[in-house]
């Protein structure tokens, strides 16, 4: 088996961010993390080509963490890097996109820490940034978007969940891009929050599978949020992209001409 290199240690534990799914937007240290690894705890949304790095000794659990479907309990996640952890391996928790950014990283961070494990962090391109970006457009810009903000569209049971009408009059009054996680199965909900403080012709964008082959997008407005997410039978893992940044996007598919059947 390789020696660990200095920064991962026995007894320590590396969260990784795999990226939105095209494997070549793993950065360096992420693949000498997990090539250094001698446990892997591996989410569902991270592509199998990250694996190739691993070291071929090393032990590789699939942890499944996919929303809306029946996932492997976080409890349970973090018993197993604890346990690997006290055994003296090097454990590497390997996250689709960021583990900052909806990866639940911040909780097993504190988990951990407070067990007394030395604990570090490795980003990832996160899915709402390279979803964008794969269609040629920015999250910010001098002329339409002052900032952007991430944020999830699903609650946790008990959580009143976003605010939506608030968030749209900010949205509006800043000039914000919103980026939306896990929107999908409450877009009805979330167009018409949205629609409180913000026109019908916003333009927006869906995008599923980020980054990878299958990758399958939809350029609408906010006023057919879900509808066009039902024309497209888009579904998880998508992100939902509204604000001003996509008008050029939209008005180059406008004025596309239609494609007739001969």
């Given amino acids: 088996m390789k020696p660990s290199t200095p920064d991962f240690l026995p007894g320590t534990v590396t969260l990784v961010g795999a990226g939105p799914g095209d494997p070549e937007l793993l950065t360096l240290k992420a693949v000498r993390a997990i090539g250094a690894a001698t446990v892997l705890l591996v989410d569902d949304l991270v592509n199998e080509a990250v694996l190739e790095h691993a070291n071929p000794n090393a032990r590789i659990v699939h942890v499944g963490k996919r929303g809306g479907c029946k996932s492997t309990p976080q409890a349970f996640i973090e018993r197993l890097m604890l346990m690997a952890a006290r055994e003296g391996e090097v454990v590497v928790r390997v996250k689709g ?43 910010t810009h001098r002329d339409h978007a002052h900032g952007v903000v991430f944020i999830t569209g699903h609650a946790k049971p008990g959580d009143a969940g976003t605010d939506w009408p608030t968030l749209a009059a900010t949205a509006r009054d800043a000039k914000l891009t919103l980026v939306i996680y896990m929107g999908v199965s409450g877009a009805a909900q979330i167009e018409a929050g949205l629609l409180a403080g913000l026109p019908a012709d916003t333009p927006l964008a869906v995008i599923q599978h980020a980054t990878l082959p299958q990758q399958r997008h939809t350029v609408s407005t906010l006023g057919d949020l879900r509808g066009c997410i039902d024309r497209e039978g888009l579904g998880s893992p998508s992100v939902i992209v509204v604000g001003d940044v996509l008008r050029g996007l939209a008005s180059l598919q406008a004025s596309k001409p239609a494609i007739r059947a001969a």
């Fill in 97 to 139: 996109g960021d583990p900052f950014i909806f990866g639940r990283g911040g909780e097993e961070l504190e988990h951990l820490r407070a067990e007394g494990i030395a604990v570090q962090v490795v980003n990832g391109i996160t899915s709402g940034l390279a979803g964008l970006t794969a269609l040629g457009v920015p999250l």
